[in-house]
């Protein structure tokens, strides 16, 4: 698809006077809008009780008409930050600047509708599903005839759009699929122009399920090495299995995070550019694709064992419980991303039946409490420099920013202090490692890194991520390497 030109005007040669004149109707959903307005207002209700879907189930079966009524009375759903298909945006606008009437017909509830149709200064009328009929296929290409009995034009995307392309004067192709595109094209009719929309592509679905961050996931063969079960194959294949497991569930859960963050995440200035927030991923394909991961992780740990499934299974819980609502807690939000990391080291001690280590895991708490705070500073930073007090979907005003530094700074240093006293108590003492004074290259190591972070962080300078930021940091990849290799001296001299 990259070779193809994401909009293609037809030959006007082929369209009469009359018939470029008739009014141009556009279709909403994955036509004019990169996503589709049921399904949004059904995830933010959702997203607001998740015990609603037994309501939901019910207005389902009362009709379509009635659900996308009763999701329109009860969700206030951000019209004015909804995906647009900017190329369907710009003809239309420069179709109305030319005297043509240009309207809204959509399956969508007509108070949504009307809203939506408020947003752009082109629209000279809405017409919508009325909480009674659903306003789809053949019903809306009757309603149009009667409403426009000298013709329009049609501007669609989807195979119910095809009976209304059967009574229309002219076509107008707004991102339709191959086979829907082959038979409007087989109705006989003028196309006016065809928008093509972007594919995700292999890319645009690693991008989605976050396959990045399946480098926080290497926190499950630190046990395996710790334990010198590195050389062991069986024990190697059970970590690369828990990290397969993990690596599902945590794509999973991230699918549903930004699911349920749609309305923060496009007001967001880099999250907006999500594959869901944007409309590149229609939320018809990201919920079974979390489904499918979820699934897939859950059935990777049981493999392990009950321990190993049980963990994930917690991880999962603290994952949905932190999108849901710890996410707007404050100090609690980073607290509870620190258990996250936490518990992928975890699920690597249970995936080769290590014995646990008391300072690995509080280590682990502070170390990560302390990035979390970053991750979150610098969110208060870039609001307070967008003029917001006040971090959306959050629980931080930017009157908090002293504090947020002041307890990162204080979990950083706690963080390398454990590791000082696991060192002086435990290393010595342990015939796993053969030259310890190796080890201390550790804590120096840390210090410098943890204080880079926060030095960047109140500089600005910090990306949101501060893990993401140190997987492409030269420095902070240097002092990795620096740390990796005391290890294997200490660990084999």
């Known amino acids: 698809m990259g070779a193809l030109p994401r909009v293609r005007v037809e030959d006007r040669s082929q369209i009469s006077g009359s018939e470029a004149a008739v009014p141009l109707v556009l279709d909403v959903d994955d036509a004019l809008l990169r996503t589709d307005m049921l399904h949004e207002t059904a995830i933010a209700c959702l997203k607001a009780n998740p015990l609603r879907i037994f309501n939901l189930v019910g207005w389902l079966f009362q009709g379509k008409a009635v659900l996308k009524r009763k999701l329109s009375e009860s969700v206030p759903l951000d019209v004015e930050n909804l995906p647009l298909n900017e190329d369907l945006v710009a003809y239309a606008r420069d179709a109305h600047a030319n005297g043509r009437k240009v309207g809204l017909a959509t399956a969508a509830d007509e108070l949504l509708a009307k809203r939506l149709g408020r947003r752009f200064d082109f629209v000279d009328f809405v017409i919508a599903s009325d909480g009674i009929s659903n306003l789809k296929g053949v019903n809306k290409a009757a309603v149009l005839v009667e409403r426009f009995p000298d013709g329009f ?58 396959a990045h961050q399946w480098a926080k996931n290497a926190l499950v063969f630190v046990p395996l090495v710790l334990s010198g079960l590195a050389t062991d194959p069986l024990a190697l294949a059970q970590a690369l299995v828990a990290f397969a497991a993990i690596s599902m569930m945590a794509s999973g859960t991230y699918l549903l995070n930004d699911l349920f963050d749609l309305r923060d995440d496009r007001i967001h200035w880099t999250k907006r550019n999500r594959p869901l927030a944007s409309g590149a991923l229609r939320i018809k394909h990201g919920v079974p ?27 999962m819980v603290t994952t949905l419980a932190y999108s849901f609502y710890l996410k707007r807690q404050p100090i609690v939000d980073a607290f509870t991303l620190a258990a996250l990391f936490t518990l992928r080291l975890g699920i690597g001690i249970a995936a080769v039946s290590a014995v646990p280590s008391p300072w690995l895991l509080v280590f682990s708490m502070f170390l990560f409490t302390s990035l979390s705070f970053a991750k979150r500073q610098t969110e208060i930073q870039k609001s307070v420099a967008n003029g917001r007090s006040s971090v959306s979907g959050r629980g931080y005003l930017g009157s908090d920013a002293g504090m947020v530094v002041a307890m990162g700074v204080s979990t950083a240093m706690a963080a390398i202090t454990i590791m000082v006293l696991y060192i002086m108590n435990d290393v010595y003492n342990a015939e796993f490692y053969r030259q310890p004074l190796f080890l201390w290259v550790f804590p120096a190591a840390l210090f410098m890194w943890v204080s880079r972070i926060w030095l960047l962080c109140h500089r600005e300078q910090l990306n949101d991520d501060p893990v993401a930021f140190a997987i492409r940091d030269p420095i902070s990849l240097g002092l990795g390497g620096l740390m990796a290799g005391a290890f294997v001296l200490g660990w084999t001299l």
């Open 289 to 315: 694709a979390a489904a499918v991961l979820i699934g897939g992780g859950l059935v990777a740990a049981a493999s392990l064992g009950l321990a190993t499934f049980g963990l994930v299974a917690a991880y």
């Open 153 to 210: 034009a049609y501007a669609g995307d989807s195979r119910s759009d095809l009976d209304v392309w059967a009574v229309s004067q002219s076509i107008v192709l707004a991102g339709a699929s191959y086979d829907t595109t082959r038979k409007a094209r087989a109705l006989g009719k003028p196309v006016e122009a065809e928008f093509i929309r972007p594919r995700l592509g292999v890319r645009g679905w690693l991008r989605a399920v976050r």
